[in-house]
């Protein structure tokens, strides 16, 4: 059996009491940590599952997946996943490689940015496609924000992450790269007790050396806004 097992937004605290008992089924357990800049370590989630874990590159969930599939047709098999366990592609494409060789699978569902979002007092269904921004914007992140904006749609960009550099974008930087037109909040550390969310032009937030290296962060775009979103988002 392979379990997928979402970890939660910020820390080891946000697991699942369904996380935790997974946890104790499991013959071994795998973090990928990948996807998002967590306040935990290999040694917290140890001390609270009471079994070691073994922290794993990407890769080993990409190129090098076979060697967990292979464990997992016979042993209970964990993999503690940053945030929502099918928020990313790489995640999903194990559990289809899973089913092709007719591995059972469980998947353990957590908060992530997704639905963290929700603090910003804006509508989640009227959130359109998501994309990322790196060192260099792209062309198709720019074509994303502007279909979304077409259609009144709010679009939740999220900041480059290069883990095996320890590279994590600040919005600072963000906004310096994506040079927005007109209002957009700030999201930082959802999750946390440290969290900012600060909504307003590129000329202001970029004076608020408050989000300097307050990882991780997003940048939301948004659309058409309903009346009271804006109220929301002008009380902030």
Do not use: W
């Not at 007092?121 to 720019?142: A, C, E, M, P, R």
């Not at 900012?196 to 939301?220: C, D, F, H, Q």
């Amino acid at each position: 059996m392979l379990y997928l097992i979402s970890l939660g937004l910020s820390d080891e605290k946000d697991m699942s009491l369904k996380a935790l008992e997974a946890t104790k089924k499991c013959n071994k357990i795998y973090l990928e940590p990948y996807t998002n800049k967590m306040e935990t370590s290999v040694k917290k989630l140890e001390k609270l599952i009471g079994k070691k874990v073994i922290e794993v590159q990407r890769s080993a969930l990409e190129e090098d997946s076979d060697e967990i599939l292979k464990e997992a047709k016979t042993k209970d098999i964990g993999v503690l996943v940053a945030g929502d366990a099918l928020s990313a592609t790489t995640h999903i494409s194990l559990i289809l490689d899973s089913k092709k060789q007719k591995i059972p699978y469980r998947i353990i569902h957590g908060s992530s940015i997704f639905t963290a979002i929700g603090e910003t007092g804006l509508q989640i269904y009227k959130f359109g496609k998501t994309t990322t921004l790196t060192n260099h914007v792209q062309k198709s992140t720019i074509e994303t924000i502007k279909n979304n904006q077409k259609l009144g749609l709010h679009t939740l960009v999220l900041l480059d992450i290069k883990r095996e550099k320890n590279y994590f974008m600040d919005a600072l930087e963000a906004l310096e790269i994506l040079k927005p037109k007109g209002k957009v909040i700030v999201a930082c550390q959802l999750g946390t007790e440290k969290q900012i969310i600060v909504y307003g032009k590129i000329e202001e937030l970029s004076k608020l050396k408050n989000l300097k290296r307050k990882t991780p962060a997003v940048l939301i775009v948004p659309g058409e806004l309903h009346f009271l979103e804006e109220e929301f988002l002008e009380a902030l």
